[in-house]
């Protein structure tokens, strides 16, 4: 399963590379005058994504095994986390470590490139798995915020974010100058870069807080930061999609002039993204703030835990995938 990356995978990885020595330059400038407490909190983010692109890099060079291997070991330490914030009862153990079983047999089904059984498994062995597990241990009290808790957790941590490697067996990701792993770059650096630019724009035009979306559940989303995010990577798809994917470069379900269909194919695909992406993020906030905590761990550094990097995704990925399938097939 292990095949040689494409030689165009190598200039993208450096053209990235050199995109976050740029941007690392230029947080060090901004950082120059701050407070101390904002500056390291800052650094401590920078080192992490450094850190995230050299593992997210060695996933693409590895091809699907990589790619299943990184995002698998994200799932499972968000079902960790996520497990934790459910406070859990002495009854839930059981299921909880059942719950590690079932997201690594749905990458395996990914890896083994059983998109069939991929898309029933994990919805229904969940549903089935962890509710006789539960109901087993014969506990009634708290029941149904452990049995909702765990099942919501799977879907979007497990299911949700394994979309983003079961995109690697569709027909359609097979094309492209990278082949499979560009669709995924695609989707994840458009899946970032509205997180990043929302929360930039955000800080920059919507500090006052007046135009909140959401000011209970998240209230640093505003509508500036939501509008400037989507704009930017409205902008951006068309012009990575050529580098990545051949998205675009066929006939589609519009009836649209080709030279078009360049353009309007990415732009609606990153349209869906940045709003995929929001509801993903205040879903687990939402989750944090009910379960009173501010990051779902402190495993990254700057940046929180892993839930806090991979909720996007979760909703992104499965909208990304299913709009693909529309789009070609």
């Known amino acids: 399963m292990i095949t040689t990356p494409a030689s165009a995978l190598y200039w993208v990885l450096a053209a990235l590379f050199a995109s976050l020595v740029v941007g690392s330059i230029a947080r060090f400038i901004a950082l120059r005058n701050a407070e101390q407490a904002l500056r390291s909190k800052r650094l401590a983010s920078l080192r992490t994504w450094w850190l995230l692109a050299i593992a997210v890099s060695a996933s693409l060079l590895a091809g699907r095994p990589g790619i299943c291997l990184l995002l698998a070991t994200a799932s499972c330490i968000g079902w960790f986390?996520?497990?934790?914030?459910?406070?859990?009862?002495?009854?839930?153990?059981?299921?909880?470590?059942?719950?590690y079983a079932l997201i690594v047999i749905n990458y395996l089904l990914i890896l083994l490139g059983s998109l069939e059984?991929?898309?029933?498994?994990?919805?229904?062995?969940?549903?089935?798995?962890?509710?006789?597990?539960?109901?087993?241990?014969?506990?009634?009290?708290?029941?149904?915020?452990?049995?909702?808790?765990?099942?919501?957790?799977?879907?979007?941590?497990?299911?949700?974010?394994?979309?983003?490697?079961?995109?690697?067996?569709?027909?359609?990701?097979?094309?492209g100058p990278l082949g499979a792993v560009g669709w995924f770059l695609f989707l994840v650096i458009l899946t970032e870069a509205d997180d990043i630019f929302q929360a930039i724009i955000g800080r920059m035009f919507g500090s006052h807080k007046k135009h909140a979306i959401a000011p209970i559940i998240s209230p640093n989303k505003t509508w500036e930061g939501f509008f400037g995010g989507m704009i930017v990577i409205v902008i951006l798809a068309p012009l990575i999609a050529p580098w990545l994917t051949n998205l675009g470069q066929q006939a589609g379900p519009l009836s649209i002039a080709q030279p078009l269909q360049a353009w309007v194919a990415p732009m609606l695909a990153a349209i869906l993204i940045s709003l995929a992406g929001f509801f993903g993020d205040i879903n687990m906030s939402a989750i944090k703030r009910d379960a009173g905590i501010k990051d779902s761990s402190k495993l990254l550094p700057g940046m929180g835990g892993v839930i806090d990097r991979i909720d996007s995704l979760s909703m992104t990925a499965p909208v990304f995938v299913y709009f693909l399938i529309w789009w070609f097939e």
């Open 81 to 99: 986390e996520i497990t934790r914030m459910l406070s859990p009862r002495p009854a839930d153990s059981v299921a909880i470590n059942a719950g």
């Open 117 to 175: 059984f991929f898309v029933v498994f994990l919805p229904l062995a969940s549903l089935l798995v962890l509710a006789v597990l539960l109901l087993i241990q014969d506990e009634s009290q708290g029941y149904i915020r452990s049995a909702g808790g765990m099942l919501w957790g799977i879907m979007f941590l497990g299911y949700g974010v394994s979309h983003a490697a079961a995109l690697l067996l569709l027909p359609s990701s097979a094309q």
